[in-house]
């Protein structure tokens, strides 16, 4: 196991964080992110990614020889939402790849499967979780590609269709933000005006804070109006892995610009990397359910398998590794991804219970 404590990890990592980001990072919203992973377990892997990469080869060994691609890192069962590909389609997959990176490609069907068993306590770790998910990434190695809504997948269209109240809850979100203590630096506000249908539109640039694990990284929203209406775009400050970070020290950020448009994607054509900053769209209709929410939803087996399948068109996305993953699950026997979801779960849990404790006794 690791030899570290969470409390001690965690300063670690935040004193890397502020290295790589050379003064730009938020306390304010480290400290957010500390009372998020108090909160519960779920929050708490969401929030700590960085931990994960430390400990999951020690909680899981047998997973180090696993075949090696282009992973996501940082799954779990809010990093799903939908997006309007270049032909208006909509599609539903995986749309965070802040920690990609090389790496064995069971950690992540492990880490759905863990966050799936942490997010949803009442459901049966094998049957419910780990069985719809291998059977979903089963069918995505054999036949991959994108999850389009508009012809298919009817049940989990009406599933993403945005509602009224959830559309004013957005717009109301971004009216409140206010501006922030210092203005946006050059380079910020040069990716957000790259990003815009015409780089002449007046932009009212605001900090934001969202998300879980990229908490203290700074977050620029810019606002602006094109033919009468509203339109929105983010820029945020993105470091190496936390994967890289730990089993391959210097290795350069390439993972989420590669992994975003896999060669089995339909990828949001608002996305983009522009050095270390992502860039993005945001609109009501790019939406994500969240498991405090909507268990129920993201629990379903079907909507589980379509999870399992997309990590599957993603890991086959740069170089076609079916034939070894194929190899490599023929070997693991049936269960696998139960027992080391367990463990992990188990792992997730106790950390969390003692970041609780020291967080209270501050």
């Known amino acids: 196991m690791a030899t570290t404590s969470i409390e001690q990890s965690t300063r670690a990592y935040e004193t890397w964080l502020r290295r790589r980001l050379d003064g730009e990072i938020v306390e304010d919203d480290l400290r957010k992110k500390h009372e998020k992973m108090a909160e519960g377990a779920f929050p708490f892997l969401r929030a700590t990614y960085w931990r994960w990469a430390e400990t999951i080869l020690d909680v899981c060994p047998e997973l180090a020889r696993a075949p090696a691609v282009l992973a996501v890192g940082d799954i779990h069962l809010e990093n799903f ?59 995505g190695l054999a036949k991959p590609g994108a999850v389009v809504l508009d012809q298919d997948y009817d049940w989990l269209r009406e599933m993403v269709v945005v509602p009224d109240d959830e559309r004013a809850d957005f717009w109301e979100d971004i009216a409140s933000l206010k501006a922030g203590k210092k203005p946006a630096p050059n380079r910020y506000l040069d990716a957000l005006r790259d990003a815009l249908p015409d780089r002449n539109i007046a932009l009212t640039v605001r900090p934001r804070s969202a998300g879980a694990g990229s908490l203290g990284r700074p977050r620029w929203v810019g606002l602006g109006k094109w033919k009468g209406v509203l339109l929105v775009r ?129």
């Open 81 to 139: 939402g939908t997006w309007r590909d270049v032909e208006g389609r909509l599609i539903w997959g995986v749309n965070d790849f802040d920690e990609a990176a090389e790496m064995p490609y069971a950690l992540d069907l492990v880490r759905l499967a863990t966050s799936a068993v942490l997010g949803c306590p009442d459901l049966d770790a094998g049957d419910d979780i780990c069985t719809p998910i291998l059977k979903g990434y089963a069918n």
């Open 234 to 362: 983010e820029a945020k400050a993105i470091v190496p892995s936390g994967w890289t970070r730990v089993h391959a020290a210097g290795s350069k950020t390439h993972g989420p610009r590669e992994i975003a448009t896999g060669r089995h994607r339909a990828p949001d054509p608002w996305y983009s990397l522009v050095g270390d900053i992502v860039v993005r769209r945001l609109s009501p209709n790019n939406r994500k359910i969240e498991a405090a929410k909507r268990p129920e939803d993201l629990a379903r087996r079907k909507t589980l398998r379509a999870m399992g399948h997309d990590l599957a068109s993603i890991h086959l996305g740069r170089v076609d590794h079916a034939a070894a993953i194929k190899q490599d699950l023929s070997k693991r026997g049936a269960g696998w991804l139960r027992v080391a979801a367990e463990r992990a779960a188990k792992s997730v849990r106790r950390e969390h219970k003692e970041w609780k404790r020291a967080w209270k006794a501050r």
